[in-house]
């Protein structure tokens, strides 16, 4: 028993001192901050690599630092996580971007959600089965070396789609969620290459989002992606990692196109709180932003020299739980598309470059244009009612005070954040857009103009 | 004459002898050998036949790559076991350290918040279990015994519970998730809403064989023992506390060891959609995870399932046979 005891003792005064020295840290910060109302926290995420910043602030004791004590759960789906969410079983959660901007808006289930921190830009990837590839393969310009020329645009995949048509069959693909980055991107993508990807009808009751469809969109949770395009039920899906390395792995489909190409730097995930919440426990949602903040600068630093650590934690079976490799291949900085064509692609995962992690208001713009290009949003808006919406739930706020005290607190440097004085939260417009359509969020109305598939103004179904 | 009968005796003796050993020797192979020899058939051909299965997760797991997940598993209850412990010792340091700074602070420990191990999904399993099994006999048996008592009662109820004996799981779940999340709010839960929704769909599924063994069970007593109480002209409470319930133990215990089989097989189901942390979930999040592991460590929970609901019944047939005056059941 003697060794036992000897082992435990030495382990408890090396927790002892960590902990001491972490304990000053926190004791530093709290005289300008105060103590957090609530300590006990529990957040809710799914099962995909952007879920990182969350597990990286709780294994590395950020959140602890702030003195939360935080509990960390999958969710089954985006919507039980949304519902956690508003009925409180939940504190906070990893969400869609779309998920608070929708849920503000009263579309779906009807909540005041808002947003201090944006977890990740890119991520995703669209996948379709080996059965599709082969036939769109033919239609790809190729290298020398016979490797597809990327980015892969839909105009390869539009005469697979009429071959389904003139057949009477159905092309279905697979998305996370109909607020969701992955159905705007898959959308996005497919119109921009002449598939219509259909609209929704809310104000008739059609939440199918299938009106005038080519190809048919519904909803299966990310991790069943890969199972589900293997059933057969679906051609192809739009999702986040690790599934789409997954299905590369797995031999059952192969990614086309990374979110990346579509849009270079989208803003991806958000951290959703309720408005209620923010406004009951001021202290500890700064001090929540603040372990995030940290956590997402750990992930890209010193360029990305973290990433292996962090991909050896979402392995673990209570978080992302796929394995090392797989995780591995876009965490790290490459992709693998058609297997053994493996590409760098080092800004595919961006947790903290780029002022990643502040909520801008035309991150949100955007997402609101294309909720009202394909019907979400039924009838004209104006800009102001865009702005607006978009000042209600993102909160640039929040995140200044947590940046501020961090900066304050000398644990990271000014230099890494915008210039909070000249900040105005509208990104300059942005050109990168696989069909080179320019985004400017001060004008939405006028970008919906430029579309030629989606609706425009006076348009109502 | 004395050699004569030790001639016929010896023999005879040797004779003994030999059933005996005979008897030791089939009773060995009876209770040991052949189930040894059954598992090694088993092992042997799990194992060639999971070679030969290639699922997009790699090979079907055989019994090593089981085994190997059984020690993985417990390596990592080990090592969870030295975070929990670094983590009493951190929030120890920071309660003092509050404490230090502001006298009124009410230090408070708050227990570990970090992932259920193996370990502690059975315990939530056999914990779940229990409690939805004795709310189902808190239920049941006394609805039985009045039932049995009570024929136009009998003859009112048993078309209900004719109708809802058959209904899985999963049909129930639905409507007891929102029914649980509907009544139960409380700012400081005592227990989680998937350990209630899961507890909850367990009793719904194994009232039934309670009910209608113990109602069987007094509803058949022998009349001699009622016209007993009949002639004694015992007060209800006495005739159900002498009578009553010793006359029909044996089919109130039946009921109860029916029931709680279907208790742990229902559990699975409902800790897999409810995403209670036991089992269940563990099977659930495996097959989200579909890590080249996962195939194995589900195999390993099936194996620790079976075996447990092996043991389960086990204790259900000592705990009847103890309490049963009908030793022959």
Same mark, same amino acid.
Not at chain 2, 142 to 171: D, E, T, Y
């Given at each position: 028993?003697?060794?036992?005891?000897?082992?435990?003792?030495?382990?408890?005064?090396?927790?002892?001192?960590?902990?001491?020295?972490?304990?000053?840290?926190?004791?530093?910060?709290?005289?300008?901050?105060?103590?957090?109302?609530?300590?006990?926290?529990?957040?809710?995420?799914?099962?995909?690599?952007?879920?990182?910043?969350?597990?990286?602030?709780?294994?590395?004791?950020?959140?602890?630092?702030?003195?939360?004590?935080?509990?960390?759960?999958?969710?089954?789906?985006?919507?039980?996580?949304?519902?956690?969410?508003? =009925?409180?079983?939940?504190?906070?959660?990893?969400?869609?971007?779309?998920?608070?901007?929708?849920?503000?808006?009263?579309?779906?289930?009807?909540?005041?959600?808002?947003?201090?921190?944006?977890?990740?830009?890119?991520?995703?990837?669209?996948?379709?089965?080996?059965?599709?590839?082969?036939?769109?393969?033919?239609?790809?310009?190729?290298?020398?070396?016979?490797?597809?020329?990327?980015?892969?645009?839909?105009?390869?995949?539009?005469?697979?789609?009429?071959?389904?048509?003139?057949?009477?069959? #159905?092309?279905?693909?697979?998305?996370?969620?109909?607020?969701?980055?992955?159905?705007?991107?898959?959308?996005?993508?497919?119109?921009?290459?002449?598939?219509?990807?259909?609209?929704?009808?809310?104000?008739?009751?059609?939440?199918?989002?299938?009106?005038?469809? =080519?190809?048919?969109?519904?909803?299966?949770?990310?991790?069943?992606?890969?199972?589900?395009?293997?059933?057969?039920?679906?051609?192809?899906?739009?999702?986040?990692?690790?599934?789409?390395?997954?299905?590369?792995?797995?031999?059952?489909?192969?990614?086309?196109?990374?979110?990346?190409? &579509?849009?270079?730097?989208?803003?991806?995930?958000?951290?959703?709180?309720?408005?209620? $919440?923010?406004?009951?426990?001021?202290?500890?949602?700064?001090?929540?932003?603040?372990?995030?903040?940290?956590?997402?600068?750990?992930?890209?630093?010193?360029?990305?020299?973290?990433?292996?650590?962090?991909?050896?934690?979402?392995?673990?079976?209570?978080?992302?739980?796929?394995?090392?490799?797989?995780?591995?291949?876009?965490?790290?900085?490459?992709?693998?598309?058609?297997?053994?064509?493996?590409?760098?692609?080092?800004?595919?995962?961006? $947790?903290?470059?780029?002022?990643?992690?502040?909520?801008?208001?035309?991150?949100?713009?955007?997402?609101?244009?294309?909720?009202?290009?394909?019907?979400?949003?039924?009838?004209?808006?104006?800009?102001?009612?865009?702005?607006?919406?978009?000042?209600?739930?993102?909160?640039?706020?929040?995140?200044?005070?947590?940046?501020?005290?961090?900066?304050?607190?000398?644990?990271?440097?000014?230099?890494?954040?915008?210039?909070?004085?000249?900040?105005?939260? $509208?990104?300059?417009?942005?050109?990168?857009?696989?069909?080179?359509?320019?985004?400017?969020?001060?004008?939405?109305?006028?970008?919906?103009?430029?579309?030629?598939?989606?609706?425009?103004?006076?348009?109502?179904? | 004459?004395?050699?004569?009968?030790?001639?016929?005796?010896?023999?005879?003796?040797?004779?003994?002898?030999?059933?005996?050993?005979?008897?030791?020797?089939?009773?060995?192979?009876?209770?040991?050998?052949?189930?040894?020899?059954?598992?090694?058939?088993?092992? $042997?051909?799990?194992?060639?036949?999971?070679?030969?299965?290639?699922?997009?997760?790699?090979?079907?797991?055989?019994?090593?790559?089981?085994?190997?997940?059984?020690?993985?598993?417990?390596?990592?209850?080990?090592?969870?076991?030295?975070?929990?412990?670094?983590?009493?010792?951190?929030?120890?340091?920071?309660?003092?350290?509050?404490?230090?700074?502001?006298?009124?602070?009410?230090?408070?420990?708050?227990?570990?918040?970090?992932?259920?191990?193996?370990?502690?999904?059975?315990?939530?399993?056999?914990?779940?279990?229990?409690?939805?099994?004795?709310?189902?006999?808190?239920?049941?048996? #006394?609805?039985?015994?009045?039932?049995?008592?009570?024929?136009?009662?009998?003859?009112?109820?048993?078309?209900?519970?004719?109708?809802?004996?058959?209904?899985?799981?999963?049909?129930?779940?639905?409507?007891?998730?929102?029914?649980?999340?509907?009544?139960?709010?409380?700012?400081?839960?005592?227990?989680?809403?998937?350990?209630?929704?899961?507890?909850?769909?367990?009793?719904?599924?194994?009232?039934?064989?309670?009910?209608?063994?113990?109602?069987?069970?007094?509803?058949?007593? =022998?009349?001699?023992?009622?016209?007993?109480?009949?002639?004694?002209?015992?007060?209800?409470?006495?005739?159900?506390?002498?009578? &009553?319930?010793?006359?029909?133990?044996?089919?109130?215990?039946?009921?109860?060891?029916?029931?709680?089989?279907?208790?742990?097989?229902?559990?699975?189901?409902?800790?897999?959609?409810?995403?209670?942390?036991?089992?269940?979930?563990?099977?659930?999040?495996?097959?989200?995870?579909?890590?080249?592991?996962?195939?194995?460590?589900?195999?390993?929970?099936?194996?620790?399932?079976?075996?447990?609901?092996?043991?389960?019944?086990?204790?259900?047939?000592?705990?009847?046979?103890?309490?049963?005056?009908?030793?022959?059941?």
């Amino acid at each position: 028993m003697s060794w036992k005891k000897s082992i435990v003792s030495t382990l408890k005064n090396a927790a002892l001192t960590i902990a001491l020295s972490l304990s000053v840290t926190s004791i530093a910060n709290s005289e300008a901050l105060g103590e957090p109302e609530k300590e006990e926290l529990k957040f809710g995420f799914i099962k995909l690599t952007d879920m990182a910043p969350i597990a990286v602030a709780y294994e590395n004791g950020y959140f602890e630092d702030e003195g939360l004590y935080v509990t960390i759960e999958a969710q089954a789906n985006w919507k039980v996580l949304l519902n956690g969410v508003i =009925d409180g079983s939940l504190d906070g959660a990893h969400m869609l971007a779309g998920q608070p901007i929708a849920a503000t808006m009263g579309y779906g289930t009807k909540a005041h959600i808002i947003t201090p921190f944006s977890m990740d830009l890119n991520g995703n990837a669209i996948t379709v089965s080996n059965d599709t590839w082969k036939k769109m393969k033919p239609n790809i310009p190729k290298m020398a070396d016979g490797r597809p020329v990327h980015p892969i645009k839909a105009d390869s995949l539009k005469p697979v789609i009429d071959q389904y048509k003139d057949e009477g069959k #159905p092309f279905k693909m697979g998305m996370v969620f109909p607020v969701s980055t992955h159905n705007y991107e898959l959308r996005y993508w497919l119109a921009a290459g002449g598939i219509h990807p259909g609209y929704y009808a809310p104000h008739k009751g059609d939440s199918s989002g299938q009106i005038d469809a =080519d190809a048919l969109l519904s909803v299966t949770p990310p991790p069943q992606m890969p199972s589900t395009m293997e059933a057969g039920t679906i051609e192809g899906y739009c999702v986040g990692e690790p599934w789409n390395q997954q299905a590369v792995f797995k031999n059952i489909g192969v990614p086309v196109v990374t979110d990346y190409e &579509v849009w270079k730097d989208n803003p991806e995930k958000v951290f959703g709180i309720t408005a209620e $919440f923010a406004a009951k426990y001021p202290n500890t949602t700064v001090r929540l932003t603040r372990a995030l903040i940290r956590a997402a600068k750990w992930l890209d630093e010193n360029n990305n020299a973290n990433r292996p650590a962090a991909v050896k934690i979402l392995s673990q079976s209570n978080y992302v739980g796929a394995d090392y490799d797989v995780i591995a291949n876009s965490m790290t900085g490459t992709f693998e598309y058609e297997k053994g064509d493996k590409r760098a692609v080092p800004d595919f995962n961006v $947790f903290f470059r780029y002022n990643a992690t502040y909520p801008y208001y035309s991150d949100a713009i955007w997402y609101l244009t294309q909720m009202r290009r394909w019907g979400q949003i039924s009838e004209d808006k104006s800009d102001q009612w865009y702005k607006d919406l978009a000042a209600k739930v993102y909160r640039p706020d929040i995140y200044v005070a947590a940046a501020k005290s961090l900066i304050a607190d000398k644990i990271i440097p000014a230099n890494e954040f915008p210039d909070f004085a000249t900040e105005t939260g $509208f990104k300059s417009p942005q050109k990168h857009f696989i069909d080179d359509t320019v985004y400017d969020g001060t004008q939405p109305n006028a970008y919906l103009e430029k579309f030629k598939i989606g609706l425009k103004k006076g348009d109502k179904l | 004459m004395n050699s004569t009968t030790v001639n016929i005796n010896s023999p005879s003796q040797a004779e003994r002898l030999m059933n005996m050993s005979k008897k030791i020797v089939s009773k060995f192979t009876d209770v040991m050998l052949l189930p040894m020899v059954g598992i090694a058939i088993f092992l $042997f051909l799990w194992n060639i036949s999971a070679k030969s299965i290639h699922t997009s997760l790699g090979e079907f797991p055989g019994p090593n790559a089981v085994i190997e997940q059984f020690y993985s598993l417990y390596d990592e209850h080990v090592t969870e076991g030295k975070k929990a412990e670094a983590f009493y010792q951190r929030q120890e340091v920071r309660n003092a350290a509050k404490l230090a700074k502001n006298p009124n602070y009410v230090a408070k420990i708050r227990t570990y918040t970090g992932k259920e191990t193996f370990l502690d999904q059975i315990i939530t399993s056999l914990v779940t279990v229990t409690a939805g099994f004795l709310l189902a006999a808190i239920i049941a048996i #006394p609805l039985g015994i009045w039932m049995g008592l009570n024929k136009r009662l009998n003859s009112a109820f048993n078309p209900i519970v004719q109708v809802f004996k058959p209904v899985s799981p999963l049909a129930w779940l639905p409507l007891v998730t929102m029914v649980v999340s509907a009544l139960y709010v409380s700012d400081d839960p005592m227990v989680s809403k998937s350990f209630l929704t899961s507890m909850i769909t367990v009793s719904l599924c194994s009232l039934w064989p309670m009910l209608i063994n113990t109602s069987i069970g007094v509803s058949s007593i =022998d009349s001699d023992l009622l016209n007993v109480s009949k002639v004694l002209r015992l007060p209800t409470l006495t005739h159900i506390q002498k009578i &009553v319930l010793p006359a029909s133990v044996p089919m109130i215990f039946t009921g109860m060891r029916l029931s709680f089989g279907v208790a742990w097989m229902v559990l699975i189901a409902a800790e897999m959609l409810a995403q209670n942390p036991g089992l269940g979930k563990f099977v659930w999040d495996e097959f989200q995870n579909g890590s080249s592991n996962s195939l194995a460590r589900i195999m390993a929970a099936v194996i620790v399932i079976g075996f447990i609901g092996f043991l389960l019944d086990r204790v259900m047939l000592q705990i009847q046979q103890k309490v049963s005056w009908d030793k022959s059941l």
